[in-house]
């Protein structure tokens, strides 16, 4: 096939800019709510390579379209890292974005700037090709993903009315190819109890052993959780456990338990709510939070901590073109999996429906965690991958 060859030629030619642009991006400290510098490092990115159409969104979201095609494939990279963690369990400073021995290092290389920086090089390449086919190919670099995965993808499609046919995500697949992940919550349990002196506890109701008696039911929850084949077991995990009390000689008379709960298939919000239903009293309220940070632009967009498992058949039209891809180019079929983690996902293909599909530059060990790298060969082959997609699917 001519344009793989061609494509594949041009990612190689451009290996040293696409490791340069995540190099540039790694100096540039971006937690998630503080992206703003990020952006518009990106933004100048794409405009040197002569992408025409970029925008920022009212959420601050980057936005570039290449091609006119009627139908849509969106390209998206979170833009927002987590923060650095202990540094002194950094061999190199954590922003170093130092280029050395074939890996780019530093907070965000592989979650998931890499794939941001294969996606300026992949964008690139499809207008210099001219790229006029049935696609338009919407690359967004999304922010405050860490923070709620999938939030930037409701502002996307409920606001700015950018509804894709098809998605592929860029986070860290080690180059396979990814078709969903469990989904999440977050459940908040505020539990009610009544204080009386501490000389006498027989006249209150200690939160302290209400909220004992439901962590013990939750540890038994969590092993009788069902399991799908694809996606692994369901969990269920308190995280946080926090009283208060009149004082140290009192019985403590509020208290208030989080909890994380990963969804597998079949899974929803009402099923696990229903489940703690089952065990907590009547003295106990059950609630899905809300995430309610403003964004880098002031921007507030409430959505509740609920992130729908998602995931698309191997025979899927989508995963079969990402085979194709990944065969054009490398001559082998992909390894075929699902992240371990959550990813916009949850909002593109867990709330909407929409297809979607993942292939990232590196390992997913290093996300969150210190001595962060990516491999610079990984870079070349996502950007290929990137800018073939569109191609293959159109056959
Ligand atoms: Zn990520």
Known sequence: MKI????????KEYRDYTTECLSEMVKIPSVSCAEEQVVLKIKELLEKAGVKDVHIDGLGNLIARVGRGPKILAIDAHIDTVDTGDESQWELTPFSGLIKEGYVHGRGA???EGGAASMVTAARILTELNYDGDYSIYFTFTVMEEDCDGMCWEYLINEEK???DFALITEPTNLGLYRGHRGRMEVELYF?????HGSAPERG???IYSGARVALEIEKLNRRLKTDEFLGKGTITPTLFRTASPSLCAIPDQAWMHIDRRLTWGETKESAVGELAQFCGDDVRIEVPEYDNPSYKGRVY???KYFPTWKIPEDHPLVQAGVRTHQQLFGAAPRIDKWTFSTN???ICGRHGIPCIGFGPGNEVYAHAPNEKVPVDHLE???AFYALLPWILEL
């Open 4 to 11: 793989a060859k061609l494509i594949r030629e041009k990612a």
């Open 110 to 112: 592989v979650d998931q």
């Open 162 to 164: 950018l509804v894709p």
């Open 192 to 196: 009610k109890g009544l204080s009386a």
């Open 205 to 207: 109701e200690n939160v």
């Open 302 to 304: 409430k959505i509740e």
């Open 345 to 347: 996902g949850v909002s």
């Open 381 to 383: 082959k996502a950007a």
